[in-house]
């Protein structure tokens, strides 16, 4: 027999524990770790718990008071998570594309980006170059295939090049590169 648990009371309290709970384990922005809390708030009420009566101003203070101490940053969050796409082989696109979806907001995201072309010392075009050689080399792709498998797997190389954001001209020079260093 399976007894149905009411949830813990969602209180000012239990908001900071979970937030400072999320924030000590994940890095994120303000607007995630807002959506994080309203995500608790509305488990809580389905699950029939109690519920603070002023619960989105309370979320609110918390949010502000992480970011006014610092420990929640979404300039510094834009820019590791910008460059950690990057050596991963994501795309410009996807790379703005999972930032927005992060909830980061158009001038930092353009800020992080460019502040991603300054410490490469490269333009945008050598940035995605290099961002799609990553993905190649990654994912075995085009001139990191054996050369068995090159004029097999063309197509579905472009294809996934195509999938990960890049553009065609882009994927196609990338795919039939004999060598890249």
């Not at 101003?57 to 834009?78: E, H, L, R």
């Not at 472009?158 to 260093?181: H, N, P, Q, T």
Request: charged share 35%.
């Amino acid at each position: 027999m399976s007894v149905k648990r009411g949830g813990r009371a969602v209180t000012a309290s239990y908001l900071q524990a979970a937030a400072t709970s999320y924030v000590e384990r994940y890095p994120c922005s303000a607007d995630k770790l807002r959506r994080i809390l309203q995500r608790r708030v509305a488990k809580a009420r389905m699950l029939g718990a109690p519920v603070m009566n002023d619960v989105e101003q309370a979320i609110d203070a918390i949010v502000a008071k992480f970011v006014a101490s610092g420990v929640v940053d979404d300039k510094g969050f834009a820019q590791t998570k910008a460059r950690a796409l990057h050596r991963r082989g994501t795309s410009a696109r996807f790379t703005r594309q999972r930032l927005k979806l992060a909830g980061i907001d158009d001038d930092t995201l353009e800020r992080a980006l460019s502040g991603l072309d300054e410490e490469l010392g490269s333009d945008p075009a050598e940035r995605e170059w290099r961002a799609a050689v990553a993905l190649a080399r990654r994912r075995r792709l085009g001139p990191f295939r054996t050369s068995e498998q090159r004029a097999d797997h063309r197509l579905r190389d472009l294809a996934a090049m195509a999938r990960a954001g890049f553009a065609y001209d882009l994927a196609k020079k990338v795919i039939d590169s004999e060598d890249i260093a």
